[in-house]
Nanobody
Framework: QVQLVESGGGLVQAGGSLRLSCAASGRTFSNYAMGWFRQAPGKEREFVAAINWSGTSTDYAVSDKGRFTISRDNTKNTVYLQMNSLKPEDTAVYYC????????????????WGQGTQVTVSS
């Protein structure tokens, strides 16, 4: 069993920044890709960013590329999402997820999910 615990969410003004963290436990963290997803009220969960097992390859949603940066520290079993230039439309619950593969391919590969952390961006 894998436990994922997100932190770092909160209320921020438009244009501001937040850094989300996701601490993992329960299996060898460094063997698997990790991702961030978000779900806004009344909308489906959507992909935000993903990173491969070693941190050498990343993927981003088009809407987030250039503003968000995903990274990981395998010595701390933690993945991060640095979010800059936040917009009101970034308001959502952000979820961390762990893949069954070493690289990210699609959301169907994500087998473990955290409980989420709320990000609210005011205009």
């Amino acid at each position: 069993q894998v436990q994922l615990v997100e932190s770092g969410g909160g209320l921020v003004q438009a244009g501001g920044s937040l850094r989300l963290s996701c601490a993992a436990s329960g299996r060898t963290f460094s063997n698997y890709a990790m991702g961030w997803f978000r779900q806004a009220p009344g909308k489906e969960r959507e992909f935000v960013a993903a990173i491969n097992w070693s941190g050498t390859s990343t993927d981003y949603a088009v809407s987030d590329k250039g503003r968000f940066t995903i990274s990981r520290d395998n010595t701390k079993n933690t993945v991060y999402l640095q979010m800059n230039s936040l917009k009101p439309e970034d308001t959502a619950v952000y979820y961390c997820a762990a893949s069954k593969r070493t690289y990210y391919d699609n959301v169907g590969d994500m087998v473990y999910w955290g409980q989420g952390t709320q990000v609210t961006v005011s205009s």
